[in-house]
């Protein structure tokens, strides 16, 4: 099974993951970390890097992270590059709830490269105009 973490700014992968339990009933192999103002950046990089070597058992790790060039995004690449085996780690940038729900809903049956691209695919198809949606 495929391992989820979402890194963010603040407790938006917390609450993410919470309104998930909300939805779909309690989750597992899901986790959270948030970075938060006076936090030590470097620290949240050895985090992810331990995260990665301790949870991976073959099925890889789907990082997903809110904000491409912010710091839990940039951390996230730093720890991709320092680990040894990153062919099992993968990072999709704009993690909203659709995109979670997906992941969480498929992460037992996808492999980690098909996960991904069904996450982007849901991702830009669940942001669209309502108005436009039902044309009112």
């Known amino acids: 099974m495929v391992k989820i973490l979402i890194v963010t700014h603040g407790p938006l992968g ?6 998930a339990d909300l939805i779909l009933g309690k989750t597992n192999y899901t ?20 995260f990665v070597q301790t949870h991976d058992d073959g099925d890889g790790i789907l ?14 690449a730093l720890a991709i590059k320092t680990l040894e085996n990153t ?3 993968e990072c999709v940038v704009g993690v909203n ?13 996808m492999e980690l490269k098909n996960l991904v ?20």
């Open 97 to 109: 709830l659709p995109i979670l729900l997906e992941a969480i809903s498929m992460q037992n049956t």
């Open 63 to 76: 990082l997903l992270t809110d904000l491409l060039g912010g710091s839990p995004c940039n951390k996230i």
């Open 31 to 50: 986790s959270a970390f948030g970075l938060y103002h006076g936090d030590n950046i470097e620290l949240l990089q050895r985090k992810i890097e331990e």
């Open 14 to 19: 917390e609450a993410l993951i919470e309104t």
């Open 117 to 136: 691209q069904h996450c982007k695919k849901q991702g830009t198809s669940s942001i669209l105009s309502l108005r436009e949606k039902f044309e009112f």
């Open 87 to 89: 062919s099992k780690v």
